[in-house]
């Protein structure tokens, strides 16, 4: 059994902040637990725009405060997301996320990051992996 709070990994190196700017997140299930998904608190920062697309990942994303706009970049479409609401990247949607207020959501992963990862040119998490040992 693994118990650990989202306090506990603040500035340690489960606590990952984008190179962009952009977002922080806060990884406390990563890769090496070995359960089959990642779980994150990330907070993406108001006035900034990210595109993303997770090409080698499912993720399903809960805000539980702030709000963003998201567009999808395979229709089109844009949705007003605010806390309660989920979207989840079932079909590794390219997307753009615009935050209007500091955005604070939960974010499950599957295959599991390792919590290296930043988003490329592309936007894309790069599907690294653990070392059997880990």
Sequence with gaps: ?????????????????AASGTWESKRIVLAKERVGFSLH?????AGTETAMWYANHVE???????????TDHTD??????????????DGHEKHTLRVKEDFHCLCVFNPPVTGREDHD??????????PESA
């Design 121 to 130: 040119e592309n936007g894309v998490y790069p599907l690294l992996t653990e």
């Design 1 to 17: 059994m693994i118990v650990r709070s989202f306090k506990d990994i603040e500035g340690t190196d489960r606590h990952v902040k």
């Design 60 to 70: 399903a994303v809960v805000c539980t405060k702030g709000e963003a706009e998201l």
């Design 76 to 89: 089109g479409e844009t949705y007003r997301i605010t806390p309660g609401t989920m979207y989840l990247l």
């Design 41 to 45: 608190e990330t907070i993406l920062y």
